[in-house]
């Protein structure tokens, strides 16, 4: 471990000596790498840096030990050595987590789609519930929500809704929330008082850009239509709305959130190249099949991966089986404790396997 410590110490050494130069800095595209990089090293060198001081420390009082004849200085010898044997534990297994090799799409923006599943109508409105949900999550994180393409459900809600997130480490803390949402409650239509089960599936995205997945233009059809939804007199109007058909795969993508078809058109590329990623992606894992098996997934649509059960007012998350007893806070955006927890549970397992 030392040695890789070692290797990261000096890369990091280097990379600031690149982002010094006047020529990297005039390179945007490269000074951006650098600057990425040199973030996420410095967060190794900075604890590799308690651990060295940690470890002369312990030297020094192994050598009070040794030469002190105080009966009193022994003492305190002993007990500092103790505090230092605990902090070297914990430090180390901060150094474990940060050694992880880091998911290269953690810093992205994303892609977020949520659609209405089993349910009809409460399934929608449950789809819109989770919207609102991300959206408050967002607002606290700080993080940009732009809406790029919905269909509303006939009783309120969405039957899909799509919108892009623009901030730090998005995807890197979004990416488990993946999945099949199931919620328990008395919808507004029931009559009888019973508890109806609804779905709806979130599917979180990384932005990739036109570098890391190259679309081919002539594989893909552009069609134009009006828009509908918000957005005043000239949304149905004026034909701003875009839908692209990637015709080897037959992905379609819409976005009509602008009235500039040409925004409108860079947005649906967007999701058209997250989309292309992820199905290359799920293609790469079920062909390695050696690919761990996490309890803790992330990226499957299909996993059931959450319940809101309002008529006892909580939420678990069956992965790791989390639950808390505050559901109006948490579909007020509250998720940020959820999130961590299934961060912790998926680096544990990533340790477990890094030591076998």
Known sequence: MIDKLEAIEKRFQEVEALLALSDVMTDRKQYVNL????????????????????????????AVLNIEKDAAFKEMAKEELEELAEQ????????????????????????????????????AIFAGDLFRMYQRFAEKMGWNMQLLDMTEGTAGGYKEIVCSVAGDEVYGIMKYESGVHRVQRV??????????????????????????????????????????????????????????????TGIIVSCQDGKSQIKNFEKALKVLRARLYERELKRHQEAVGAERKSMVKSGDRSDKIRTYNYPQGRVT?????????????????????????????????????SSL
């Open 35 to 62: 600057s990425k990089e040199h973030k996420e090293l410095s967060k190794i060198v900075e604890i590799y840096s308690q651990y060295r001081k940690v470890l002369a420390d312990t030297e020094s009082a192994k």
């Open 88 to 123: 070297k534990t914990q430090i180390e297994e901060q150094l474990k987590a940060a050694l992880i090799p880091r998911d290269p799409n953690d810093s992205k923006n994303i892609v977020l789609e949520i659609r209405a599943g089993a349910g009809g109508d409460e399934a």
């Open 187 to 248: 919808p507004a239509t029931e009559t009888q008082g019973r508890i109806h089960t609804s779905a709806a599936s979130v599917a979180v995205l990384p932005e990739m850009g036109e570098v890391e997945v190259h679309v081919d233009m002539n594989d893909v059809r552009k069609d134009t239509f009006c828009s509908s939804g918000p957005g005043g007199q000239s949304v149905n109007t004026t034909y701003s709305a875009i839908r692209l058909t990637h015709i080897p």
């Open 317 to 353: 998350d069956h992965r790791i089986g989390y639950t808390v007893h505050n559901l109006p806070a948490v579909v007020d955006g509250e998720i940020g404790k959820m999130i961590e927890a299934l961060r912790i549970a998926d680096s544990g397992e990533k340790l477990k396997e």
